[in-house]
Nanobody
Framework: QVQLVESGGGLVQSGGSLRLSCVVS????????MGWYRQAPGKQRELVAT???????NYADFVKGRFTISRDNAENTVYLQMNSQKPEDTAVYYC?????????????WGQGTQVTVSS
């Protein structure tokens, strides 16, 4: 079982920046895949950025060049730095941890943090 606690959301103007944090209850090296997802009202949850335990990073096209995912291994914390934000970035952002055991994926989610970008 993995617990995730997000923080850092809020209201920001278009072009502004926010940094989200996700504190993980276990050593993040032991987790196969960690990342951030978001869900806007009336839309499905979508991938924003992920990294594997081996350090490979993947970004959704709509955030490339604007958002950066990173981690602090000593603090078991994952970050999402969001720059040049746009109103369409408004959503609830969720931290995700995926463990893979015997070819089965186990997904854990945080409670979500609201990000609102005003125009």
């Amino acid at each position: 079982q993995v617990q995730l606690v997000e923080s850092g959301g809020g209201l920001v103007q278009s072009g502004g920046s926010l940094r989200l944090s996700c504190v993980v209850s276990k050593n993040i090296f032991s987790i196969s895949l960690m990342g951030w997802y978001r869900q806007a009202p009336g839309k499905q949850r979508e991938l924003v950025a992920t990294f594997t335990s081996g350090g490979r990073i993947n970004y959704a096209d709509f955030v490339k060049g604007r958002f950066t995912i990173s981690r602090d291994n000593a603090e078991n914390t994952v970050y999402l730095q969001m720059n040049s934000q746009k109103p369409e970035d408004t959503a609830v952002y969720y931290c995700n941890a995926r463990s893979i055991m015997r070819s089965t994926n186990y997904d854990y989610w945080g409670q979500g943090t609201q990000v609102t970008v005003s125009s």
